[in-house]
Nanobody, 123 residues
């Protein structure tokens, strides 16, 4: 049974930090991503990682503030969120796919077929 379980959300002050975790079980994926969705807005890709070659990808508005990483031994995905802004407030979801299709944008939700239940971050 494949499962993605997020944790680490909560409230933070502007300028503060939060670290999100996403524990994967039942399968080891190659590509992971973090998405977020604020009320009344579309879900947007925040960061993605290809664990095969270590490539990372970021939404422009979070580049330099957020860092995505993956611990292979723990099969856990992380998102370190620094210098938080009120506009970072959203429900954050992790997503995973065995291997992304060639040429697909890894910050698009259609690239993924497994999703966690989400964790709220409020700034």
């Amino acid at each position: 049974h494949v499962q993605l379980v997020e944790s680490g959300g909560g409230s933070a002050l502007a300028g503060g930090y939060v670290r999100l975790s996403c524990a994967a079980s039942g399968y080891t994926f190659n590509t992971y991503s973090w998405f977020r969705q604020a009320p009344g807005k579309e879900r947007e890709g925040v960061a993605a990682i290809d664990t095969g070659d270590g490539s990372t990808y970021y939404l422009n508005s979070v580049e330099g503030r957020f860092t995505i990483s993956h611990d292979n031994a723990k099969n856990t995905l992380y998102l370190q969120m620094n210098s938080l802004k009120p506009e970072d407030t959203a429900m954050y979801y992790c997503a995973a796919v065995s291997f992304a299709s060639r040429g697909v944008c890894l910050l698009q939700p259609t690239a993924y077929n497994y999703w966690g239940q989400g964790t709220q971050v409020t700034v």
